[in-house]
């Protein structure tokens, strides 16, 4: 039989463990790192939350990073980069209730959760989460560190450069693109493009001020 891949997943979600409750015959979650001293000595569902240094401890672990709050979005690449682990070591999970085009190509690091459907020739970067029922239509491009939320919808042609934060249940017009480091509001309609750092809500999508 066959040792299933360990785990570690670097911050502490509850978002992580609902992904591999449904792939235990995948994968093993050995712990959380987060330096939060806050949760030093504590576990999460019977999975022990430790800090950033005790990666050391699983050198045959696969990791994946599983926070992704629009506070925390910024902070997302420097902390990969902390690590200081090859690009192949960390892991590529899709839920099986998602689809993803065998055209797609999907980055190292990259979560799609269960609902989602990635279509033909999208390219998602390195490190970015899919929530549930996201559709990322024909041809989108996704930077690095891009968290798309649940329900939203990326028309063909789209680019999302790196450290997006899409709200969910936004949606985004054929072709347009969204600057690095922006984030999209809950529900808002892009309908053009978006200059980097901006924080866009509505109907259709207006800015609200700078980040």
């Known amino acids: 039989m066959t040792a299933r891949p360990r785990i570690i ?14 792939l235990d015959s995948a994968f093993r979650v050995m712990a959380f790192l987060d330096d939060n001293p806050d949760l030093a000595g504590h576990s999460f569902q019977g ?29 997302r690449a420097a902390n990969v980069a902390r690590l200081g682990i090859s690009r192949d070591r960390f892991a590529t999970v899709v839920h099986p209730a998602a689809h993803v085009s065998g055209f797609a190509q999907i980055g190292a690091g990259t979560m799609i959760f269960p609902g989602a459907v990635v279509t033909f020739n999208a390219c998602i970067g390195d490190h970015c989460m899919i929530l549930p029922g996201s559709v990322v239509h024909h041809d989108v491009q996704l930077g690095d560190h891009v968290l798309v939320g649940s329900n939203v919808t990326i028309a063909g042609h789209c680019r999302v450069d790196q450290g997006c934060y899409l709200g969910s249940a936004s949606s985004f017009r054929n072709g347009v693109r969204v ?7 809950m529900a808002a309609n892009v309908i053009g493009d978006v200059p980097p750092g901006s924080v866009m809500i509505g109907n259709p999508a207006r800015p609200l001020k700078p980040r």
């Open 179 to 185: 600057g690095a480091g922006s984030v999209i509001g």
């Open 9 to 22: 997943c670097l911050g502490y979600s509850g978002n992580a463990l609902e992904m591999f409750e449904h």
């Open 47 to 75: 999975v022990p939350v430790l800090p950033m240094s005790a990666l050391d401890r699983f050198a045959d672990a696969q990791v994946v990073v599983t926070y992704g709050s629009q506070r925390s979005i910024g902070v």
